[in-house]
């Protein structure tokens, strides 16, 4: 199957700071999403990306779609304590595929 | 409001039994799909279905069955469970028109095989 590798593995942060974080492949992907999973429930899209280049915002949220169709970004600014939790990229050729996650801790 | 829901949430099996998970969305949506989530990992396709009556495999299918005779019903069936089928299993769905659409996730049936 295809190799999606989430970047940072997981991150300790401030309340308040700005997060970065992104998705990586040696493959190209026709869509990128993503989403966040919080404990015991299953995951929430967050931002979904459909054109190579395309910047999208959801609130505090941005993501890119790569140039390269090979990766994509997701920011959170300002963080605060209800950030927490595990985000996941996924990228679609045929099917979607999922990275391992960016598990991200805010500290009040 | 319900979305996807999926039955049971939690479940023991011995090594051996059958089982089967259940999955229904409410949301007219003709796409469905079964994943597993093993710990500090991603999620990985088992099966998916584009409507009633049509399954396909996906990543990971071996050890698994699924049917799909309504649009809002996809269960997956365990007919040997195994110790490495213990894992969280997601149903998800997607809106109609294609598998581009992103997908709506249940909350996850939590397994573990003995």
């Known amino acids: 199957g295809q190799q999606l590798n989430q970047s940072p593995q997981s991150m300790f942060i401030q309340e308040g700071e700005d997060v970065s974080m992104n998705c990586t492949s040696s493959?190209?992907?026709?869509?990128w999403l993503w989403y966040k999973q919080e404990p015991g429930e299953g995951p929430v899209l967050l931002i979904a990306?459909?054109?190579?280049?395309e910047l999208t915002s959801n609130g505090r949220l941005t993501a890119q779609f790569g140039i390269t169709r090979k990766d994509s970004f997701l920011n959170i600014s300002a963080s605060i304590p209800s950030d927490v939790g595990i985000y996941f990229c996924?990228?679609?050729?045929?099917?979607?595929?999922f990275g391992t996650g960016t598990s991200l801790t805010v500290i009040p | 409001n319900a979305g996807v829901t999926q039955t049971p949430k939690f479940r023991i099996l011995k090594i051996g039994q059958s089982m089967t998970l259940q999955c229904a969305q409410d949301?007219?949506?003709?796409?469905m799909y079964w994943y597993r989530q093993d710990p500090g990992m991603g999620l990985k396709l088992i099966y998916y279905?584009?409507?009633?009556?049509?399954?396909d495999k996906g990543e990971v299918p071996n050890g698994y069955n699924v049917s799909r005779s309504t649009t809002e019903d996809f269960p997956l069936r365990l007919e040997l469970a195994a110790p490495s089928q213990t894992s969280v299993y997601f149903c998800?769905?997607?809106?109609?028109?294609?598998?581009?659409?992103?997908?709506?996730f249940g909350d996850g049936t939590r397994l573990s095989i003995l």
């Open positions: 998800a769905s997607s809106y109609p028109g294609g598998v581009v659409q992103p997908q709506h």
């Open positions: 493959s190209i992907f026709n869509t």
């Open positions: 990306l459909y054109k190579a280049g």
């Open positions: 996924a990228g679609l050729v045929n099917q979607f595929y």
């Open positions: 949301m007219n949506h003709n796409y």
């Open positions: 279905s584009v409507g009633a009556g049509i399954t």
